[in-house]
């Protein structure tokens, strides 16, 4: 695992929670982690909404200015630059989809100097509208490596339909994955697999569901 984690997706993709489970762990194995939520454009699933976890394992939040207020007009109020050159590891989870990558484009060439420690995880869903074929979820990570500037060196398949995922739908993801590992040519990183169910996938990286929809808050 690098020093710095950079977290994309389509939205929907369960990128939000990946990176919670991913700052989880970087805590749990001694690590002192930041999580940065860089999404200026989604008020909802942000990692902004975990503060109350991230306190309790000990992981500093640092999210917009406006993030889960009444007036939610997100806004960018802090050094990244500087808060990546501190200790520790870094999560930073970037906004949905093209959009949301042009926040992190901002800050590319100042990313320059940590190239050897950034990891930059395209997360991929095939149970979600937009990105069910390898075309489409391809197409996507193109137009978000071009907002951001930057480009992503692994895949996360995080394919799932919350509770209603079974070990059969881990699987036949697992061909998805490959297909665009294979013609990304970047690896597969993790294949997310909830907490309590077994599947053969490569990379295995068990998860719990932090984002709760709407009406379960």
């Known amino acids: 695992m690098k020093k710095i984690n950079i977290v994309t ?4 993709s369960g990128k939000t929670n990946f990176s919670a489970n991913l700052a989880v762990k970087l805590a749990e ?10 999404d200026i454009v989604n008020p909802y699933f942000r990692s902004a909404d975990f503060g109350e976890l991230f306190s309790d394992k000990n992981i500093e939040l640092i999210a ?20 990546a ?3 520790g590891s870094l999560v930073i989870d970037v906004g949905g989809d093209d959009a949301g990558a042009i926040a992190l484009g901002r800050y590319a060439k100042a990313f320059f100097a940590f190239a050897d420690d950034i990891d930059m995880l395209y997360v991929v ?25 930057m480009k ?7 394919t799932n339909l919350l509770y209603e ?14 297909e665009i590992s294979d013609r990304s040519g970047l690896p597969i990183a993790f294949s997310c697999v909830p907490l309590g169910l077994a599947a053969d996938v490569p990379n295995p990286f068990p998860v719990e569901i932090y984002v709760k929809k709407v009406w379960e808050n």
């Open 152 to 158: 992503h060196t692994a895949i996360v398949n995080n």
């Open 9 to 12: 997706g389509h939205y929907g």
């Open 29 to 38: 194995n001694g690590d002192k982690v930041t999580v940065v939520d860089l």
């Open 165 to 178: 995922t079974t070990a059969e739908i881990l699987e036949d993801s697992a061909v998805f994955a490959k």
């Open 85 to 87: 050159s501190g200790d």
């Open 125 to 149: 869903n095939c149970r979600r509208f937009l990105t069910r074929t390898a075309d489409e979820a391809l197409e996507l990570m193109y137009e978000i490596e071009a907002a951001a500037q």
């Open 64 to 83: 917009p200015l406006y993030a889960n207020s009444n007036l939610d007009i997100p806004a960018i109020s802090f050094d990244l630059e500087r808060i």
